[in-house]
């Protein structure tokens, strides 16, 4: 196990990632976005034609998913078997199929233990997604969720997706970015919720230099100075 895992949950668009990219490069932490791998399971599945109905075959899937992830400083890229999909899985289309298919416990357990097994091999690592304080790493030294209003997610989502080229509009974005908050909030297994010792951060109104510098004071704190590296 790492020594230190760090987690960050919340819904779609919250800012999770910026932020968890930016603590990590001033932690010199490992950081390991789990919702690219549920993206990067469903463009395979698309792919290849496996529907949400075929559940061993998702199972199978998520179990030999051959991902791989750069890290370079604030850049993030994802790998499927040797082919950079960094762009491909965010489309919302893909998006939205990655939340259909996460809901199946054979895809969450593959995928569980993919996670489990980064921690393993980082010896200080934050770990962004949905389930990451409540189901995967209970024990984290550190817990964080972010939420913000769906207007605010929808707006900044709308804007990064335009920025990298996508040809989408607010309406669609605000709609899938619903639709996909309450098909993760009131799935069975893993549904997202903070942990119960999660510091909870509103990030509606704040800036990313802000919610940052919240969050490392709180793992100074609780970790009493972590070392880089
Ligand atoms: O974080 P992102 O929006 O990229 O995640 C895509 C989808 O993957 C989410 O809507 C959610 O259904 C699923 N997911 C999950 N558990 C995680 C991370 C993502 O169920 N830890």
Redesign the pocket.
Known sequence: MAEIVITI?G???VG??TVAKHLANRLGFTYV???????AL?LIAQEINVTPEHEEMLGKLARELPLSFKQDGMKFSVFLDGRDVSEE??SPQI??L???I??LLIV?KG?WEL?RKLAQAAPKAI??????GTV?FPDAVAKFFLTASPEVRAKRRWKQLITSGKEVTYEEIYRSLLE??K??ME?EI?P?KPAPDAIVIDTSNLGIESVVNKMYQHILNKVGGVSNG
Do not use: C
């Not at 976005?33 to 993206?39: E, I």
């Not at 770990?127 to 990451?132: K, L, Q, V």
């Open positions: 949950d819904p779609a668009g999770k990632t976005d789990t919702g690219a791998m549920y993206r469903a899985i965010r998006g939205m990655a939340s259909t996460s809901k969450r995928l996670q770990f962004e997604g949905r389930d990451m995967v996909r908050d098909q993760d799935r893993a997202l």
